[in-house]
Nanobody, 122 residues
Framework: QVQLVESGGQLVQAGGSLRLSCTAS????????VGWFRQAPGKEREFVAG????????YYGDSVKGRFTISRDNVKNTVYLQMNSLKPEDTAVYFC???????????????WGQGTQVAVSS
């Protein structure tokens, strides 16, 4: 069993930056690919970014490419999402998710965190 806890969400002005953290407990995170998703009120869940267990491979949703960076520190059992040039449309609850082995999208997710709220004001 893996427990995921997100942190770092807050209110920020457009153009600003935030770094979200997803910290795991229960098992070593290095065996899991990890992804970030977000969901805004009234909208479907959206894939934001993913990273392989080793950190060698990263994946991004089209709406965040060039602005967000996913990274991980397997010693700290933590995955990060650095968000730059934030826009009001980035406002959402951000969730991290872990998939054992290879990242194959949302269908491969084994564990979800509870989410952290990000609000971007214009």
């Amino acid at each position: 069993q893996v427990q995921l806890v997100e942190s770092g969400g807050q209110l920020v002005q457009a153009g600003g930056s935030l770094r979200l953290s997803c910290t795991a407990s229960g098992r070593t995170l290095s065996s899991y690919a990890v992804g970030w998703f977000r969901q805004a009120p009234g909208k479907e869940r959206e894939f934001v970014a993913g990273i392989s267990g080793s950190g060698a491979y990263t994946y991004y949703g089209d709406s965040v490419k060039g602005r967000f960076t996913i990274s991980r520190d397997n010693v700290k059992n933590t995955v990060y999402l650095q968000m730059n040039s934030l826009k009001p449309e980035d406002t959402a609850v951000y969730f991290c998710a872990a998939a054992y082995g290879t990242w194959r999208g949302v269908s491969s997710v084994d564990y979800w965190g509870q989410g952290t709220q990000v609000a971007v004001s214009s």
